[in-house]
Each structure stands twice: as C-alpha cells, then as structure tokens.
C-alpha cells in the first residue's frame, strides 16, 4: 500500500511570509502527527490530529497550526515566518493509538527561509 | 515531563565488533519505548518496540525499568548498519505522540 505522503519536497519562503504543508496518510489511519526536524533541535513533535480533532500539542508557537481533513489528509500551517523555522518538517500516520502502534513517516518537507 | 537522552552524538564501531546505543529516558510511569531508524535518503522507520521484544536485523533493546534505559544492542556490526538511530517515547494514553531522543549516528568501519 502506498505510504505517508507530504508535499511539496522542498519550499523556499521569505520572513513574514506564510506557509501550508500537506500530509496523506497511509489509507485507514486515522491518526496524523507532525514533527519538527533541526540539526539542533533534533526531533521536535508539534501536534497531533485525530478524527479532524488534535489530540495533542507540543510546545510551538501559535503562529503553528494545523487541521486534518474528513479524508484524514492534514495540512500545517506556519504564520509570520521566521529564519529559525528552517527546518525539515515530518509527518507520521497512525492507527487509532492503541498500545504498540507503529507511527510511519513520510519523507518531509524541506522549509527555508530566507 | 517526559525526557529521552541519547547520550552519543556519533559511534564508530570496526564490522564485526559489538554495537551498543544508548537511551535513558525518564518519565514518571510506564512508557512504550522504540527504537527508529533513518537510513541515508530514506525516511525514518521502526526498528523495533519494547513491547514485542523481538530481534529486527540483529539489533535487541531491553527496557531496564530500574535504570529507566532502553539501549540497543547488536553482538556483531554490518557495514548496512550505518545509519542515525533515534530512541523515542510514548506515553500510555498520549495518543500518537512520540518524544524522540536527539538521534546517535552509526557509522560503521570496513
């Protein structure tokens, strides 16, 4: 089956501008999450969607945010873009939550801002 | 709040020789501890949970509640082993939400 799909691959934006990222689950999976990659930082969770609900939030900003789809596809969105929100931007699907799910990662986003 | 440390940015080991990767992790309960993968251009995989205690290329982790560690462990190393290996963290009832350890990068030496 095919896998978590993001696009666009790669994204070059300007301070203050925004930015919306989009994300195809794996068919069936219900659950999306979405994850911040950086060099320094490593890998950092920014929230969760369930059932077009978020389930759960890490500790970003408000000018992060995100929604999921009756499909289940999710976007993020990134207001007022900054230099230190270059990153790689990932996004796990999931099934429901139970115990031992496997989260399957997409390829990410590569988002610079210049 | 709930915390993984992977204490080594980069391990060089010889083919052959024995591997181990570290992951302490805190966390005022009992977590699902895992192990991901990100070989070079390919996307983050699992390699294997504490859960299913299974062997996956090789490679064990054994969850020590006592010393709230999950290292990863492979007697003998393959050059196929280079890669970056990211120890994570979810807590019961967190839904899908996984706190990653910053990664250690294998490199693995003919």
Redesign the interface.
Known sequence: KA??TQTPRYLIKTRGQQVTLSCSPISGHR?V?W?QQTPG?????LF?Y?SETQ??K?NFPGRFSGRQFSNSRSEMNVSTLELGDSALY?C?S?LE?G??????????TRLTVV | AQRVTQPEKLLSVFKGAPVELKCNYSYSGSP?LFWYVQYSRQ????LL?H??RESIKGFTADLNKGETSFHLKKPFAQEEDSAMY?CALRA?G??????????TQLKVEL
């Open positions: 896998g978590v659950s999450s994850y930082q490593g890998l950092q969770f969760e369930f389930r759960n890490g990932l796990a999931s939550g115990r031992d799910t496997e989260a399957f990662f997409g390829q990410g | 699902e996307r983050l995989q699992l949970r859960i299913s990211y019961p967190g839904g899908n939400k996984l706190t990653f350890g910053t990664g």
